[in-house]
């Protein structure tokens, strides 16, 4: 996919793929108001709030010729190592079984998870010794990821939550506070599957007057995904680079990233859900505040 790098600094082509992202302070009441619920849902609070209308998503998921094209700056895994086609079956085998998932099958599905981040040809672990890089793993799953490879070092890393809104046919991104006091030299953005891309760019546009560079490490994505988020880090400037273990195309009505061959399948499911009763076993770290 050719992203035209002639464009990036045009202000009509940052206004076309940047949402709105608001202080809570400054968000409009509306906004607010359906946050809240997800607040009050999962106790936490979110400090600011950014916008993707359903047009903006339409714009950023766009497919080109070619819907399986990425740029340079995107690395999927699986097209190298076909090992990683057997993890994401995987994932998608305990993703699909229904409601009741025993801890057999979450921790199955958790050491499938970490197999593709140890096969990424990037290796974050790099970055996390050097402490002139923020290390930020998005709650829930990319948290609990990060820390079980090393990756969240502590001194400088970032764990926030962050809560996808249904918000007047588009969709809203809650995120709770990212204090940061600094200038980072880059960036890594642990997150367990991307889907919109709205969870990854509402951290970046948080972040992107101190950082400039980021590296986005994933187990999937659908092609959408990642068609959003270079489409608005060309539109911004900044300089971004992607690892993903597999992607596919689709993407439902929730977010969630489907099987091609079946719209009624998901490929990885909802991580979070899936492994994070693991958190009583002994299976998962259990200090978050590192």
């Keep these: 996919m050719r992203i035209d790098r002639e464009e ?45 209308s359903k047009s903006l998503l339409n714009e950023l998921h766009r497919p080109e010729r070619d819907p399986t094209d990425v740029p340079d700056n995107v690395i999927v895994a699986s097209r190298s190592d076909k090992t990683i086609l057997d993890d994401v079956k995987a994932l998608s085998n305990v993703a699909n079984s229904g409601p009741s998932i025993t801890i057999a099958q979450r921790r199955h599905y958790f050491g499938a998870l970490k197999r593709i981040y140890s096969k990424l040809p990037s290796d974050p672990m790099v970055y996390a010794r050097d402490e002139h890089v923020l290390c930020v793993g998005i709650e829930r799953e990319g948290r609990i990821l990060a820390e079980s490879m090393g990756w969240l070092p502590r001194g400088h890393n970032l764990h926030p939550h962050a809560k996808r809104v249904p918000y007047e046919e588009g969709l809203l991104v809650g995120l709770s506070d990212i204090a940061v ?46 068609r959003a988020l270079s489409r608005y880090a060309a539109a911004t400037g900044i300089e971004l680079q992607i690892a993903v273990g597999h992607a596919t195309t689709g993407i439902n009505s929730h977010f969630y990233a489907i099987d091609p061959t079946d719209s009624a399948k998901v490929v990885v499911g909802d991580l979070g859900d899936t492994i994070s009763d693991l958190r009583n076993t002994g299976d998962l770290p259990m200090d978050p505040s590192i």
């Design 181 to 226: 006091t600094q200038s980072y030299a880059k960036c890594i953005i642990v997150d367990g599957a991307i889907a919109s891309g709205a969870t990854i760019i509402s951290t970046i546009e948080r972040l992107r007057p101190v950082i400039s560079s980021f590296n986005i490490y994933s187990v999937h994505s659908p092609f959408e995904g990642l």
């Design 8 to 52: 990036t600094h045009n202000a009509e082509t940052l206004l076309k793929f940047r949402p709105d992202h608001y202080g809570r302070s400054n968000a409009p009441k509306e906004m607010v108001t359906a946050a809240k619920k997800y607040e009050r849902r999962f106790e936490i609070h979110f400090a600011t709030l950014t916008y993707f």
